[in-house]
Structure formats: C-alpha cells, structure tokens
C-alpha cells in the first residue's frame, strides 16, 4: 500500500482596519472570518475536486476558536489546516494562525459532507477516507 500524504494549506490575510475594534486589535469575529477563509481554501483545494461541485456539500457544525495572542494594524497572518479526524462523514480539521511567526490563535472545526437533494450526511469517498490511515498513526499535535 503506498503511503497516503496528508494535505496541509497555508493562506496567508493581510489584516484590514475594518477587521480592528475598539481597542484598535483585531477582533473576534475577524478572527473567525480569516479561518473560515482558510478553512474553505482547505476544502477547495483539497476535498471539493474528489466529492465534485453538484452532488454534496459541506456542513460546519463544530467550531472552536481559542484566542491567545493580541493583533494589531498593521499585520499580515498566515493560516494553517490540516485535518487531524477523519469519521464516516465528518471531517476535524484543525488550524493554526500566526502573525510574525507567532501563535496568535487555533480553531477546531468539524466539517459533515451532506448530500445535496436530502441533506443527509454521506459517507466520504475513498480518496479522502484513506486519510484516516496516516492520522490513526501518527499522534497529534493540538498546538
């Protein structure tokens, strides 16, 4: 069996003043917007061109966002996904944002790919199921 390499996409968000609050840091919700842009690069990329564009789509139903580091104007940030669970339907991925090479917050998220004409979670197609083999093998690193 050959060895099944793991995706991993790097985006990298220029932050804007209108991402800043009160405080003049970046706030919460621009936090949220850069990772589900992230987010939705990942499956563009890497998991749209094997479950095609009509047949199914993708449902968040988990997100978890810890927040560790302040962001100020002007910055740029880059962030990391990668998937770290692969179930029957459901996908984890987990994902990594950093500005100026520092940590500045992870997300958690989980992905269900649905059937389009009944909104049934369907199972994943091999291709992307076969990526339970490399994460069941490897620990994971959380941060």
């Given at each position: 069996?050959?060895?099944?390499?793991?995706?991993?996409?790097?985006?990298?968000?220029?932050?804007?003043?209108?991402?800043?609050?009160?405080?003049?840091?970046?706030?919460?919700?621009?936090?949220?917007?850069?990772?589900?842009?992230?987010?939705?690069?990942?499956?563009?990329?890497?998991?749209?061109?094997?479950?095609?564009?009509?047949?199914?789509?993708f449902v968040?139903?988990?997100?978890?966002?810890?927040?560790?580091?302040?962001?100020?104007?002007?910055?740029?940030?880059?962030?990391?996904?990668?998937?770290?669970?692969?179930?029957?339907?459901?996908?984890?991925?987990?994902?990594?944002?950093?500005?100026?090479?520092e940590l500045?917050?992870?997300?958690?998220?989980?992905?269900?790919?649905?059937?389009?004409?009944?909104?049934?979670?369907?199972?994943?197609?091999?291709?992307?199921?076969?990526?339970?083999?490399?994460?069941?093998?490897?620990?994971?690193?959380?941060?």
């Amino acid at each position: 069996m050959s060895r099944v390499e793991l995706p991993e996409e790097r985006v990298q968000d220029r932050i804007r003043v209108t991402d800043l609050d009160f405080q003049r840091h970046m706030g919460n919700t621009a936090f949220t917007d850069l990772f589900a842009n992230a987010r939705f690069t990942f499956l563009n990329h890497h998991v749209r061109p094997v479950v095609g564009q009509d047949e199914a789509f993708f449902v968040l139903v988990h997100l978890e966002v810890d927040f560790i580091r302040q962001v100020h104007h002007p910055a740029t940030v880059e962030t990391t996904t990668r998937p770290v669970k692969v179930g029957r339907s459901s996908l984890r991925l987990q994902q990594q944002m950093r500005s100026d090479g520092e940590l500045v917050a992870t997300a958690e998220s989980v992905m269900v790919l649905a059937e389009r004409d009944t909104g049934q979670s369907k199972p994943w197609p091999e291709e992307i199921a076969q990526w339970r083999v490399p994460l069941t093998a490897a620990p994971q690193n959380h941060v």
